[in-house]
């Protein structure tokens, strides 16, 4: 008797799937009530990798700020860096379309010298997989190294690829603002 119960109920706890193809289709939503622009006006294709790198850039924040401090989050400078090394392989997608405007700071040596961004950008993607193996190692030495390199990794595509801030597109539209 207890069978044909459940079997003519159905769960009232709903599964994963159909939480997340609410939460896809919500987005989706979002998404569609935003405008054709980025946030800040820019084009799509850079909307879209600005957010990328402010993902990865986020990720790198929250792993320093667990080191500085000394955060007991066990298990979550691991899950930071993965999220870097998966982020690391939409860069290169990203980026192919040469879309240059003056709300970006990706500068014109990207597609003029794609072999060399390419690779800066695997360097990256292997710091962040070292630094997410030396975490769940644990040893607090290797993690330490494993963020310098990192670091290292990241300003080794941001100083040939990326304005600097003096020049950042953010940095100029809020002095145009304050005149």
Not at 6 to 29: D, Q, V, Y
Not at 57 to 63: P, Q
Not at 125 to 137: L, P, Q
Request: glycine share 10%; charged share 25%.
């Amino acid at each position: 008797m207890t069978r044909s119960f459940h079997a003519s109920h159905s769960n009232p706890i709903p599964s994963l799937r159909t939480l997340l193809t609410a939460i896809l289709i919500l987005g989706l939503g979002q998404a569609t009530l935003a405008h054709a622009d980025g946030d800040d006006g820019a084009p799509p294709d850079v909307a879209y990798r600005q957010k990328v790198m402010s993902n990865i850039g986020s990720n790198m924040g929250a792993i320093g700020d667990i080191l500085k401090n000394g955060l007991m989050l066990p298990g979550a400078i691991a899950v930071h860096a993965n999220l870097m090394a998966e982020s690391a392989q939409l860069i290169g997608p990203a980026f192919k379309k040469n879309v240059t405007t003056k709300m970006t700071d990706a500068k014109p040596e990207i597609w003029e010298d794609w072999a060399k961004f390419e690779k800066v950008i695997a360097d990256f993607e292997k710091a962040a997989r070292d630094m997410e193996a030396a975490a769940k190692g644990g040893d607090m030495a290797a993690i330490g190294g494993a963020a310098k390199a990192l670091g290292k990794s990241c300003g080794g595509c941001h100083k040939p690829f990326r304005k600097p801030k003096e020049e950042s597109y953010h940095r100029m539209s809020h002095d145009e603002h304050d005149h």
